[in-house]
């Protein structure tokens, strides 16, 4: 059947109607027009009850008020750290997959680098909230160990926020390296070590030009998702998180301030959108390929 | 470096207690949440009181509820249920059309459509969600001043959190069952139609079973992302809230340790899950 090439012309024009109505209604109704309709709602003020007039007085409530745009760039500044982070904490593990385990043993650690990312986030983040807070394991252990005298709060720094962001990104970065590295031949690397190349030249020069698009492409997607994370950063962070979606929460649900929110909500979208782009473009990559790679 | 070049001791050493430590650091949450599941005491925390099944299964007498006697949570669990299934069949139906529609037909702006296809998969989730709101809002809204009419499935609830999933996991569907129709090859549904097989019989017969495993695997994911999401559901969530918003609400408050049987539970559904897509996997391959 929907082979839309054969048969009389209207009945392929009807086969043809039948297979883009639901990917419309779903792109428009759900996407496009919502998208149109919250930058609308941004550059609207209200005036009197039901009564709006065109304005920018959202934006410049943002730039003019220091907590919000600190609170922006505070979000954009972690997510980059915890991207490289978790970047640096994967490689050697994308690596041994890729490179140094064979068959079975390799497919192995695969799975189970995988396994824990079938679990729910939430559970995940409960699991930290029981090992880190001031009650929880491992101030306990230290206190035991004699690390410190009494149990200290592990909870609520930034320093947690950004191992939760990184153990809730592994899988993302893992994926797009494995399968990149794994195309990288190993002769390559022979030769290069034939020719006298040391480890880090081998590696700055030969595996990592190669694997360039598994690791923007990571980048990428892990970057996205720590800006528009919600659970780990409340819930790691307490009330010091402030992280960006939080506020758009707080506007949106909380004050039902639905101009402000619609208004940092697109903000976020320019963000993740332009480093999106910027990643890209540094890497010379085409949108739909870095998709489909992960 | 790789086998086939001398790697010095220290590296080797190294590797391997990089990779435990790696193990360890993936593990240590799950294994925490799961044996304090089991921890004697009312609080999920140190030290160890002794085992007990009191929130699994209750115990009145010490003033207990168990997962099984609490019946918010379970209620909670019933419309994630609910929920994944209405976005996995919705998911799973959209993706297997567009697969068709970006494969097999030609019509002009296909690039763009297929451009587009890709954007929700880009957009944060809490965008997705506010975005949904506001537009389901004004929708409800100018058909109240218009008609007089209330609608309520354009109000935050369940509806909308079908919808909101839906929108950025059908891409995921899409993406998945058009990567299988790309590989499957012309000539078997050629060999039917000249056997005289009408359309439906060629798509009944060969295009979609040859498609099934496609399906069934976009609709597991589909259903596992929709039961664990966050973000978006939080955005459009009404009376009912699903497992995950329940349990967010809850741990805010510092929760008893029946969160940590409910995790187990859901840890051992998603090792059941994966299993046996794996089962399935091996056995084709084989």
Redesign the interface.
């Known amino acids: 059947?929907?082979?839309?090439?054969s048969?009389p012309a209207w009945e392929r024009r009807l086969?043809?109607g039948?297979?883009?109505a639901?990917?419309l209604l779903?792109?428009f109704a759900?996407?496009?027009?919502?998208?149109i309709?919250?930058a609308l709602?941004s550059f609207r003020e209200r005036v009197a009850p039901r009564e709006y007039v065109a304005s920018l007085a959202q934006y410049r409530t943002f730039f003019a008020e220091p907590l919000y745009w600190h609170v922006f760039v505070r979000t954009a500044v972690m997510s980059l750290a915890a991207t490289l982070a978790t970047l640096l904490?994967a490689f050697?593990?994308a690596w041994?997959i890729a490179?140094?385990l064979?068959g079975r043993l390799s497919a192995l650690?695969f799975?189970?680098?995988?396994?824990?990312f079938?679990?729910?986030?939430?559970?995940?983040?409960?699991?930290?909230?029981?090992?880190l807070?001031e009650?929880?394991?491992l101030p306990?252990l230290l206190a035991h160990l004699g690390v410190t005298a009494a149990p200290v709060e592990l909870l609520y720094h930034d320093a947690t926020i950004l191992v939760g962001l990184v153990?809730t990104s592994?899988l993302f970065m893992v994926v797009p390296l494995v399968s990149s590295l794994e195309s990288l031949d190993?002769s390559l690397?022979?030769a290069a070590?034939d020719l006298g190349g040391s480890?880090w030249s081998?590696l700055r020069e030969i595996v990592i030009p190669h694997a360039a698009p598994g690791i923007t492409a990571g980048c990428i997607v892990v970057f996205?998702l720590m800006?528009?994370?919600?659970?780990t950063p409340t819930?790691l962070g307490g009330k010091s998180s402030q992280w960006f979606?939080e506020q758009?929460?707080t506007q949106?649900?909380v004050r039902f301030n639905?101009e402000q929110?619609?208004a940092f909500?697109f903000l976020?979208?320019a963000l993740?959108?332009s480093m999106?782009w910027l990643g890209l473009k540094l890497s010379g990559q085409r949108?739909?390929d870095v998709?489909?790679r992960t | 470096?790789?086998?086939?070049?001398p790697r010095p001791l220290w590296l080797r050493t190294a590797?391997t207690l990089?990779?435990v430590a790696?193990?360890v650091?993936?593990?240590?949450?799950?294994?925490?949440?799961a044996v304090?599941a089991f921890n004697d005491a009312p609080?999920?925390?140190?030290?160890w009181h002794g085992f007990t099944l009191d929130w699994f299964l209750g115990n009145a007498s010490r003033d207990r509820t168990g997962l099984f006697g609490d019946d918010e949570l379970l209620a909670s669990i019933w419309t994630s249920f609910l929920v994944a299934c209405a976005v996995t069949a919705l998911s799973v139906?959209?993706g297997t059309?567009?697969a068709?529609?970006m494969e097999?037909?030609?019509?002009p702006g296909k690039g763009a459509?297929?451009?587009?296809?890709?954007?929700?998969?880009?957009?944060?989730?809490?965008?997705?969600g506010?975005?949904?709101?506001?537009?389901a809002s004004?929708i409800a809204e100018f058909v109240n001043d218009l008609f007089g009419l209330e609608l309520e499935f354009l109000r935050p609830g369940l509806p909308l959190v079908v919808?909101?999933q839906?929108?950025y996991i059908?891409a995921i569907a899409t993406?998945t069952i058009s990567?299988r129709l790309k590989r499957f090859d012309p000539t078997l549904?050629e060999a039917a139609y000249n056997l005289g097989a009408s359309?439906?019989a060629?798509?009944r017969t060969i295009?979609l079973p040859y498609l099934r495993p496609a399906m069934i695997g976009s609709a597991a994911i589909a259903f596992?992302m929709s039961?664990?999401n966050?973000?978006t559901t939080?955005?459009l969530v009404g009376a009912d809230p699903p497992?995950?918003i329940m349990?967010?609400g809850r741990?805010?408050e510092g929760a008893t340790p029946v969160?940590?049987a409910v995790?187990l539970f859901?840890?051992v559904a998603?090792?059941l899950?994966?299993l046996t897509l794996?089962r399935k996997d091996g056995r084709r391959a084989a």
């Open positions: 059947m929907p082979d839309a090439t048969g086969l043809l039948l297979l883009l639901p990917a779903w792109l759900l996407i496009v027009l919502p998208q309709d919250l709602l904490i050697p593990v041994t490179k140094l064979r650690l799975v189970v680098c995988l396994i824990p079938w679990v729910s986030e939430t559970v995940r983040t409960l699991g930290w909230m029981i090992l807070r009650s929880g394991v306990a153990y592994l190993n690397i022979e070590y480890g081998i996205m800006l528009g994370n919600y659970l819930l979606t758009i929460y949106f649900i639905w929110g619609a909500g976020l979208l993740s959108t999106v949108f739909g998709m489909r | 470096m790789i086998p086939s070049l590797t990089y990779l790696f193990l650091f993936l593990f240590l949450p799950l294994a925490t949440v304090f609080y999920p925390a140190p030290p139906g959209v059309a567009n068709f529609l097999r037909a030609r019509f459509l297929s451009a587009l296809m890709l954007v929700p998969l880009v957009l944060p989730g809490v965008i997705l506010i975005s949904i709101l506001a537009f004004r919808l909101g839906f929108s059908a993406l990567a549904e359309r439906g060629v798509l295009t596992l039961f664990e966050f973000n939080l955005m497992l995950t349990m967010y741990m805010r969160l940590n995790s859901l840890m998603s090792a899950l994966a794996m």
